[in-house]
């Protein structure tokens, strides 16, 4: 028998010919693939290292970004609406007791400053060492160290419950449409961030703001966290203080069906 090699194949190019095998061509498109990647990788890092690059732009720091825009936008709103309040005190054709009727719908939805007597609730995290400090308990989940949206909601319902006047948390003024909401460890407000220790002001009569914190079955519940883990608390008499007035948009946006 003949060697293989001397052999024929079936499909083999005629006698003397040469063809490229498919191994072959797939090899080149392999390195020709290749060398695009590198190529185009090359273009996008421009000689940084697009993994580890600390100028590179991170989620977060956008985040934090536009939060500080966000509030540049505030002020100035708040500037441009009292130079426009400014302006329709003058003369804007309104009775005094339309003016007053006016005043008092504007104290309601909390555009206007209020003042009196307040409180401050201060919430924060537990150290992330934390053990527990009572036994029968078990050893804290992270879950279990942090202030949670339903911690900061259950404060803010509580003093309006107590007959809260008007209520700050952190540095912003709450109306009817305002939404406390927490994304991960930081706290959402008003298209601003915030990162604990979170304050929460609320302007009424103390003794009664203080005994709706008590009753709160949600703050109660928080409070066995407190006790046991560590969690902060913090109840701060403030004597007579002034809450700014909400100085951000008032227009609901909604969904609506398609035309």
């Given amino acids: 028998m003949s060697n293989s090699a001397d052999s024929p194949q079936a499909g083999s190019s005629p006698a003397g010919g040469r063809r490229f095998r498919p191994v072959r061509i797939l090899t080149v498109a392999v390195f020709a693939l290749a060398g695009l990647i590198f190529f185009t990788s090359f273009n996008t890092a421009k000689g940084t290292n697009i993994r580890t690059d600390t100028s590179l732009l991170k989620l977060s720091d956008l985040i934090q970004e ?3 825009k966000n509030k540049e936008l505030d002020d100035s709103s708040a ?3 009292r130079d426009i309040e400014s302006l329709a005190e003058r003369d804007d054709g309104s ?4 003016d007053e009727k006016l005043t008092a719908l504007e104290k309601k939805a909390g555009t206007q400053q209020v003042k009196g007597t307040a409180i401050t609730v201060t919430l924060n995290d537990a ?6 400090k009572l036994p029968g308990y078990p050893d804290p989940q992270p879950d279990y160290l942090v202030i949670h949206q339903q911690d900061l909601q259950a ?7 107590g007959g809260a006047k008007g209520i700050k948390v952190m540095d912003q003024r709450l109306i009817s449409t305002s939404a406390v909401r927490c994304v991960g460890n930081t706290l959402i407000l008003q298209g601003r961030v915030y990162s604990p220790p979170y304050k929460i002001t609320a302007v009424g009569d103390p ?4 005994r ?3 009753d709160s079955k949600a703050i109660q519940n928080y409070m ?5 883990y560590g969690l902060g608390w913090k109840v701060t008499q403030d004597g007579t203080v002034t809450l700014p007035g909400y100085s951000g948009t008032v227009d609901l946006h909604y969904a609506q069906p398609v035309q």
């Fill in 66 to 68: 536009r939060s500080h």
């Fill in 212 to 214: 709706a914190l008590s």
């Fill in 79 to 81: 500037s441009l609406r």
């Fill in 224 to 228: 066995v966290y407190v006790n046991v």
């Fill in 155 to 161: 404060v803010v319902n509580a003093l309006w419950q």
């Fill in 207 to 210: 003794d009664k703001l203080n």
């Fill in 127 to 132: 150290p992330p060492n934390a053990t527990a």
């Fill in 95 to 98: 009775t005094k007791a339309q």
